[in-house]
């Protein structure tokens, strides 16, 4: 019996919701390392539809769900997104929700920055989810992030911040946007703390007793590899690494822990948001393909960039992020289409090549090198086992993982739940 940890293969909204549901359906413990309300996932439930940012999904099975230290924290929009699942039912207490006392805290000054830098970037914009992720991740390694220990010591909090507010009130003054005062700060703080004092904990204790009682403990990652900060875009990404191994540092585990890694891969490609994209589509069939897979952000609306499978971006995901296996969803939407491309390399200014390169110039004139194969014109939607699925989609998810160098271990083919060709079962492993 082993954990397991799901991270995103591509560029985000893989469709990790519903596998990280299916799978914390058979865990004790669900915990987000990373990232922070950035992230959404769209879980279906019965009739039910749970959209969360922050939360980890196992709520909604009814296990405890953990925030680690690597996520970065609103604590507005947690409280907000914990009385909205409350509405629907869901038991969100200190019991069934841990956070991470040492969690950094996005405050409004966050948010500000985000989008002033934005607005200032013109043409080079990143196109964030302006959330205050980056700059909350800054503050972190700057190491005057106000954490949520900080709450309960007002002396703390009141030095903190007047290093702080120095910092972002300069910035922000230079950007022409509006400054804050700690008071103003504070005031947003203190509405906050009792609540949100009431669920922190020394998480990585909390894990360890787990670990050793034998509970089987799912680590959910957000965002995706090609949004990690070291590994993906640069400077096209989110500020976090979203790669397997901070699975460990973002909740307080060792490496060992980590387990089974599942990398979901959609069985073509999207994006949200400004950077490179080799095998975007701009054409009817990048629409069909948006249209059929409801491709528009879950956290911002925007509609999704499409485009074929890239295999050389998944290969490579694969190999830094540590994959055991990858869940490749969303087969369906590719239904009735006469031809399917993968990408297979690049080229670059005449040359072929099988990696995609680091620097931004070279990212934007790398051309998809394309292996072309007939469609399927019968449909995979809500296939639960291979004898469901047509010959030539069967080749299709057999010729990406020896072009990824990963096996498929799960294959999932509409939003239900049930709707899961299941080859191992990650757990077991
Ligand atoms: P940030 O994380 O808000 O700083 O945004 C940085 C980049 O990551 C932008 O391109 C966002 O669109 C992208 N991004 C952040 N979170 C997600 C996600 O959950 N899914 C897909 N893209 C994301």
């Known amino acids: 019996m082993s954990n397991v940890t799901v991270i995103g293969t591509q ?3 893989e469709g990790k919701g519903k596998i990280v549901d299916w799978l914390a359906s058979r865990a004790d413990i669900v915990v987000r390392f990373q990232g922070g309300h950035n992230a959404g996932h769209t879980l279906v439930v019965g009739e039910q539809v749970y959209k969360l940012s922050l939360l980890p999904s196992g709520l909604v099975r009814g296990k405890v769900g953990v925030i680690g230290n690597g996520v970065v924290v609103d604590p507005h929009a947690l409280m907000t997104e914990i009385d909205r699942v409350s509405a629907q039912g869901l038991v969100v207490n200190p019991e069934t929700l841990w956070i991470a006392e040492s969690a950094p805290l996005i405050l409004p000054v966050h948010g500000a920055l985000d989008r002033a830098r ?9 196109g964030t989810t302006g959330r205050g992720i980056g700059p909350a991740y800054e503050d972190k390694v700057a190491r005057r992030a106000i954490r949520i220990c900080d709450l309960a010591e ?9 290093e702080l507010l120095l910092h972002h009130n300069t910035l922000l ?26 669920f922190a904990c020394p998480v990585w204790d909390r894990l360890d007793e787990a670990r050793r009682a034998g509970r089987r403990i799912l680590f959910e990652g957000a965002q995706a590899v090609m949004l990690d900060v070291d590994h993906g875009t640069y400077p096209y990404v989110t500020s976090s690494n979203t790669i397997a191994a901070v699975a460990a540092s973002g909740a307080g585990v060792g490496p060992s822990s980590i387990g089974f890694v599942l990398g979901i891969a959609k069985a073509y490609t999207t994006r949200v948001g400004e950077g490179p994209f080799p095998t975007e589509l701009h054409d009817d069939i990048g629409r069909t393909i948006g249209e059929r897979g409801h491709e528009f952000g879950t956290v911002t609306g925007r509609s999704r960039r499409c485009g074929w499978f890239d295999a050389v971006m998944v290969r490579r995901a694969c190999r830094v992020g540590g994959v055991s296996g990858i869940a490749l969803t969303k087969l369906d939407i590719l239904d009735g289409l006469d031809e399917i491309s993968i990408c297979t390399g690049y080229e670059l200014d005449g040359e072929k090549i099988n990696f995609f390169p680091s620097a931004p110039g070279a990212q934007a004139r790398v051309r998809p090198v394309y292996e072309t194969m007939p469609g399927w014109q019968e449909t995979t939607a809500g296939a639960r086992s291979w004898a469901e699925l047509p010959a030539q989609a069967i080749k299709y998810v057999r010729r990406i993982e020896e072009l990824i160098e990963a096996p498929v271990t799960l294959l999932s083919t509409s939003p239900e739940r049930d709707d899961t060709i299941l080859m191992r079962d990650p757990f077991e492993d």
Do not use: V, Y
């Open 11 to 13: 560029w985000g909204d």
């Open 118 to 126: 934005e607005a200032a970037r013109g043409d080079h914009k990143i």
């Open 154 to 162: 007002p002396e703390t909090l009141d030095w903190k911040l007047d």
């Open 173 to 198: 003054a230079g950007l022409g946007a509006d400054t804050f005062t700690k008071e103003e700060i504070k005031a947003w703080l203190a509405e906050i703390a009792p609540r949100l004092l009431s």
